[in-house]
């Protein structure tokens, strides 16, 4: 007997219904990577909560007022310059730090600052406020967040180079590959504990609605 | 029966075996990179806005997400201050019931690592933030992430 072809299979359909599931997924998923400024929210004081007396200089005041215009210290500013007040008025080192257990921190002795008698004492005692109104728009809000954020950062940075040769990016980012690895947990939680994140968001007034 | 045997001339047809292979290749491509959406947006995708101090967001199942913006549906009105939990158009007194019930999905050892994702239009007022920020204090819900863009503008 003559050996005879096999019938070649007809596949012209199979890229239809490839195509049909790839249309279903390209449909019902998401591909963003979600990112975003992350922030943690303070407990619900108790109802018989005495907020503690901070010195004035202590505070930096930040205000967006519902036409979002920024107001620092009483003074008005455009955003783009709110970085280099806010790391002026951290980095100042004017005084004693605060009581940790019972420990005094002493003086800030790696502050560049101008040690100027009116603005903070300590980065762990400089708290900065943030009272926007209702109206003002997010995206401005955001961008204040952010340039706070900034600001905090850039110091960050600039203390782990000098520690440790590397910036506090890095030193993170090198931490999260290797989470139990002490001596860089110690490192992280000094500079941390250096510039401490002191960010408060203050009950929005509602002058323009 | 000659005439049947004559071999018809004309094109040979193109191989397409090939194509469901191409084709599965982008469909795997894309199950791999991507999420499966779980809700139906019912505001207008929000135009984030841009930070540049932004952090990744992981752990996908411990994330749960509010949105802020614009409603589609026209009856809700033109603000940008729309509040989407789950599928519908709801207002900031529902969110710590939407949050408890995020919680019951997850296992106790990890609710502590539960985040909320905040993500709101450019345009959104702070009192909507606000409101929806006094709400997840009031169940504990401390971790929360303002969805940004990275970017420098």
Do not use: W
């Not at chain 1, 290797?178 to 007034?205: C, F, G, H, M, W």
């Not at chain 2, 997400?65 to 603000?79: C, E, M, N």
């Amino acid at each position: 007997m003559a050996r005879r072809e096999n019938p070649e299979i007809n596949a012209g359909s199979m890229a239809d219904i490839a195509f049909l599931l790839l249309i279903f997924f390209l449909v019902t998923t998401t591909m963003n990577v979600d990112s975003g400024i992350s922030k943690k929210l303070s407990e619900k004081p108790p109802p018989d909560y005495v907020p503690p007396i901070i010195k004035e200089k202590n505070i930096f005041e930040v205000n967006l007022n519902f036409k979002n215009e920024l107001q620092v210290e009483g003074e008005r500013m455009e955003i783009k310059d709110l970085k280099d007040a806010a790391m002026a008025f951290i980095d100042n080192g004017g005084g004693e730090g605060k009581i940790e257990d019972g420990v005094k921190t002493g003086p800030c002795d790696y502050c560049k600052g101008e040690r100027s008698e009116s603005s903070s004492d300590h980065p762990n005692k400089a708290i900065i406020s943030v009272l926007s109104d209702r109206g003002t728009e997010y995206g401005v809000y955001l961008k204040v967040q952010n340039e706070l954020l900034r600001a905090y950062s850039e110091l960050r940075n600039r203390l782990s180079k000098e520690r440790y040769g590397v910036s506090f990016d890095e030193l993170e980012e090198s931490y999260k590959d290797d989470r139990n690895n002490l001596a860089l947990k110690k490192k992280v939680e000094d500079i941390k504990n250096a510039y401490p994140q002191i960010i408060s968001d203050a009950e929005p007034t509602s002058s323009g609605n | 029966m000659s005439k049947f045997r004559k071999k018809k001339k004309g094109m040979p047809a193109v191989n397409t075996a090939s194509l469901p292979d191409i084709v599965f290749m982008l469909l795997f491509f894309f199950m791999v990179t991507t999420t499966m959406r779980e809700t139906e947006l019912q505001v207008e995708n929000p135009r984030l806005p841009s930070a540049t101090e932004v952090k990744k967001l992981e752990h996908k199942s411990l994330v749960s997400t509010i949105y802020v913006g614009k409603a589609k549906d026209p009856k809700y009105g033109p603000s940008y201050n729309k509040i989407q939990l789950n599928d519908k158009i709801a207002t900031a007194d529902d969110v710590p019931a939407f949050i408890i019930n995020e919680r019951s999905k997850v296992p106790e050892n990890q609710q502590p690592f539960m985040t909320t994702s905040i993500k709101a239009d450019r345009e959104s007022n702070v009192g909507t933030i606000t409101d929806i920020r006094l709400k997840l204090r009031d169940v504990n819900a401390l971790k929360i992430s303002y969805s940004a863009s990275k970017g420098d503008n």
